[in-house]
């Protein structure tokens, strides 16, 4: 990856970094401005959703594309991309038990993952199988922690998660 490639890559983890910090706080935000109340035909849960696929799941997938970390991007990407439609559209992708909440199914957090496989520089093989493997696990009902939703543990989860996230940006801001 040369040239304009190289350079647009950081600044896109930049961006992607900045749209989880404000995903991680708009649900909070918008509670306490009353949102709901004051805007009575707004839904926010939809714009969130919108918000949501655009930066955890198509533009992610426009980094394995321009960054070629994978041999053939178009099934990958592809694959990424579906999967990520049904994730979104499964009405029993967000369950509650006994005041839990969970996602069925890998979360498409395919920031997270692309920022993985941006910094660890694997072979373009083993990229494929891994977003491979977790474009399948979106339609495994397995359940994942939803993180921000969590009750038990909370303030644990929320420290963790911070301390991970800080690590994770500091990483990915010493790109070259």
Known sequence: VTGVQTCALPISFIFLIAATIVDATDGWLARWLRVKERLPHFDGALLDNIVDFLTYVFVPALIVFQARLVPSAFPICSAMVVSSLYGFSNAAAKVERDGQYFFT???????????????????????????????????????????????????????LGTMWGVLFAWMLWRLP
Do not use: D, K
């Not at 920031?111 to 072979?123: M, S």
């Open 105 to 159: 199914g890998f979360p498409s957090y395919w920031n997270i993952v692309v920022g993985y496989l941006y910094l660890l520089q694997w072979p373009e093989p083993v990229n494929a199988a891994v977003l491979a493997v977790l474009a399948i696990l979106v339609f495994v009902p397995i359940r994942y922690v939803y993180p921000s939703r969590m009750t038990t543990m909370r303030a644990p989860t929320l420290l």
